[in-house]
């Protein structure tokens, strides 16, 4: 079974900063994009940031400049760094990853971790 486990939310002050991290274990052979999408109650998921294997980079317009997406290949771990931030990035966040196991190849989720930005 393939897992990935979240840490690193909480609440923070506005202009703060929170790093979270996402590990994937598990019969994995290799790991293509990671990726981390963020929800709010009565909104559809939305795109934040994704990574490829190769480490090139996607961050979507409304945290770019502020959050930033790396990964530990050797970990199998994706990080995202956010800086300067805002009550409106306040939502579940939830990693994602395309994993090739030794079968097959799918999409998995983390279980989210809640992020709250306020004073």
């Known amino acids: 079974q393939v897992q990935l486990v979240e840490s690193g939310g909480g609440l923070v002050q506005p202009g703060g900063s929170l790093t979270l991290s996402c590990a994937a274990s598990?019969?994995?052979?290799?790991?293509?994009?990671m990726g981390w999408y963020r929800q709010t109650p009565g909104t559809q998921r939305e795109l934040v940031a994704v990574?490829?294997?190769?480490?090139?980079?996607y961050i979507e317009d409304f945290v770019r400049g502020r959050f930033t997406i790396s990964r530990d290949n050797a970990k199998n771990t994706v990080y995202l760094q956010m800086n300067s931030l805002k009550p409106e990035d306040t939502a579940i966040y939830y990693c994602?990853?395309?994993?090739?196991?030794?079968?097959?190849?799918?999409?998995?989720w983390g279980q989210g971790t809640q992020v709250t930005v306020s004073s």
């Open positions: 994602t990853a395309n994993i090739e196991g030794f079968r097959y190849t799918s999409d998995y």
């Open positions: 598990g019969r994995i052979f290799s790991i293509n994009d």
């Open positions: 990574i490829s294997s190769a480490g090139s980079t």
